[in-house]
């Protein structure tokens, strides 16, 4: 079988399946979801894909860790071992993430391997797109004002464009490992989505919709959504994925947004520079979204 190392918070969650799912349709064999880092985990929301996506995940036992990795199972080992050092040490089926771009290597696995990662490419699942968004099919109903605003969604030609702040603004170590989007960004991705789309209506998503209304003038009908939180913020993901066009920010969680939208004809803009540090991210951006 195919085992995945779950970490992070859901859209990491998202591309570590993904990998993890087009590697066991080729190789014909199961998926299993290591979990077991989330024991003890206090960031975020925790293991997530089963309560957005439903129930349709199998959750690795550690007999079939230990079935994979043998003695390099314990999580401890597991812990060493990945680090670059111990690599010569590792069991055949231990595979790191050796970097950020996509890895040609993963198409040699055997069936039985443990992905450890996080594999930010669609490189890794673009072959298995439709069934990969049949997974990411959102379970629970969409209630209250949520509902409101797809309706709103769906009477015009709208563009979701998300401005992450949070804590890479205010941690400055996550500050200098992924910096922000400038204003200057934000204003240049209007212009152009204003250039292609027909009557744009700006829906904006954000951890902080004070900073960007203040800050971020829009010369184009638009409204703010501000109320999805906590264990509801995954609803914001799936407003923008209703969207009919996205202006994304450095942020997985736009990513995700824009790629699971169905639109055919929709124009998807992005971040030119990904990170503040030096980061090969040739493979992130997918063929026909337009870098800013």
């Not at 195919?2 to 080729?26: E, H, K, P």
């Not at 690599?87 to 391997?113: M, V």
């Amino acid at each position: 079988m195919i085992i995945t190392q779950l970490m992070g918070g859901l859209v990491n969650q998202m591309f570590q399946y993904a990998a993890g799912r087009g590697l066991s349709l080729r190789k014909n064999t199961t998926l299993n979801l290591d979990v077991s880092g989330f024991a003890n985990y206090g960031l975020h929301q925790g293991f997530e894909l089963q309560r957005v996506f439903g129930d349709q995940f199998e959750i690795a036992s550690l007999m079939s860790i230990r079935k994979v990795l043998g003695l390099q199972s314990h999580a401890i080992v597991r812990r060493v071992m990945s680090q670059n050092f111990f690599a010569s040490f590792r069991d055949k089926g231990f595979i790191i993430e050796p970097h950020f771009c996509y890895w040609s290597g993963i198409n040699d696995l055997t069936k039985d391997c443990y992905l450890s990662g996080y594999w930010q490419s669609e490189k890794y699942f673009g072959d298995i797109a439709p069934q990969i968004r049949t997974d990411f099919t959102f379970q629970l109903p969409l209630e209250n004002q949520n509902s409101e605003i797809v309706k709103q969604i769906n009477q015009v030609n709208a563009v979701g464009l998300h401005v992450r702040r949070g804590d890479y603004a205010n941690n400055p170590k996550t500050t200098a490992t992924h910096g922000l989007c400038s204003l200057d960004y934000y204003l240049l991705s209007i212009k152009r989505m204003a250039d292609q789309v027909e009557r744009p209506y700006f829906f904006i998503f954000s951890d902080d919709i004070a900073w960007v209304r203040n800050n971020l003038k829009i010369n184009f009908p638009h409204q703010y959504v501000s109320h999805n939180h906590g264990l509801e913020s995954y609803n914001d993901m799936r407003l923008m994925s209703v969207c009919k066009h996205q202006i994304i920010a450095n942020s997985s969680f736009s990513w995700w947004g824009a790629w699971l939208n169905a639109n055919t004809d929709k124009v998807v803009i992005a971040p030119q520079k990904w990170f503040s540090i030096t980061t090969d991210t040739s493979d992130l951006i997918p063929p026909g979204w337009i870098k800013v």
